[in-house]
Nanobody, 125 residues
């Protein structure tokens, strides 16, 4: 069982930056792929990006590529989402998710087994 707790959501201006954190419980954190998803009011949950257990490889949605960066510190059981050049359309509840690393990229929410409750990101124009 893995428990995930996000933090770092806030109100920022367009063009600003924010770093989200996701702290995980458990002793085998490095064996888990960690994904970030977001959901805006009235919209479907959207894939943001994912990082492999080793932390070496990442994959991003086109909408955030070049602006967002995912990293992880396996010693701290924490994954981060650095968001730069924020736009109003980035406003959403951001959630992290985890699943065992099976050697491929996981971009669908249904592929993840564990979820945090989310943290709100608001971007003012």
């Amino acid at each position: 069982q893995v428990q995930l707790v996000e933090s770092g959501g806030d109100l920022v201006q367009t063009g600003g930056s924010l770093r989200l954190s996701c702290a995980a419980s458990g002793r085998t954190f490095s064996r888990y792929v960690m994904g970030w998803f977001r959901q805006a009011p009235g919209k479907e949950r959207e894939f943001v990006g994912v990082i492999r257990g080793s932390g070496i490889r990442t994959y991003y949605a086109d909408s955030v590529k070049g602006r967002f960066t995912i990293s992880r510190d396996n010693a701290k059981n924490t994954v981060y989402l650095q968001m730069n050049s924020l736009k109003p359309e980035d406003a959403a509840v951001y959630s992290c998710a985890a699943r065992r690393d099976g050697g491929t990229w996981y971009v669908r929410a249904a592929e993840y087994d564990y979820w945090g409750h989310g943290t709100q990101v608001t971007v003012s124009s």
